[in-house]
């Protein structure tokens, strides 16, 4: 059973940065999207970036140009590189393994914080 254990979340001031990790125990196979969703509270859960194993890259409108999503296939490790940080963003940040015909992974979330 693939796990995934996220970590980088924190507390940081507006315009300030924070790179989130994503481990993944075990082989993930050579077809999958792995993503970072985040729940804000009293808000859905949504995405904010995902990659494919082919290296495609999605970004919701409003992290675009401030986020950036990449990956380490030597460590099974996904990365999301967090910019220019706003009150905005604030939420617990999950990451996800889609596979096909597999039920999708979730990881336990890290919070991350942007003060004003």
Known sequence: QVQLVESGGGLVQAGGS????????GS???????GWYRQ??????ELVAQ???SGSTNYADSVKDRFTISR?????????????????DTAAY???LLRPGVLPIW???TQVTVSS
């Open 28 to 34: 993930i196979g050579s077809i999958y999207v792995m």
């Open 18 to 25: 924070l790179r989130l990790s994503c481990a993944a125990s």
């Open 94 to 96: 999950y990451c996800n």
């Open 51 to 53: 990659i494919t194993s």
């Open 107 to 109: 990881g336990q979330g």
């Open 72 to 88: 380490d296939n030597t460590k099974n490790t996904v990365y999301l590189q967090m910019n220019s940080l706003k009150p905005e």
């Open 40 to 45: 804000a509270p009293g808000k859905q859960r």
